[in-house]
């Protein structure tokens, strides 16, 4: 699990609590609303995956790593966990081209 509180707890909570300009005295329906949006915000994310060499989002890596923790533990070898990257890459923004622009 120590893989995902990089992602879940030092982005998301930390961020979070920082970015507010005046301190959480109690937690309120609007709190746990902006807490939320931030969350979903962080999950959708995409980003550059070397290894399928393709754009991923943060919950398809909590579930790759998952599928690859329970075939370590099924399998009964060493589990190690794909981190992921820390950087936003700009590729994955990029819309690919139609097929009026390729010709």
């Not at 995409?46 to 370590?72: M, N, P």
Request: net charge positive; proline share 5%.
């Amino acid at each position: 699990m120590e893989c995902f509180r990089v992602v879940m707890v030092d982005e998301v909570v930390v961020k979070f609590l920082h970015m507010k300009k005046l301190p959480i005295s109690e937690i309120n329906q609007n709190v746990v609303q902006d807490f939320l949006h931030d969350l979903y915000m962080i999950l959708d994310r995409k980003h550059y995956h070397r290894g399928r060499s393709a754009c991923i989002s943060v919950s398809y890596w909590i579930d790759l790593t998952l599928l690859e923790f329970q075939s370590a533990v099924s399998e009964k070898r060493l589990f190690a966990p794909q981190w992921m990257p820390t950087r936003h890459e700009t590729r994955c923004n990029r819309k690919p081209p139609n097929d009026s622009e390729v010709k």
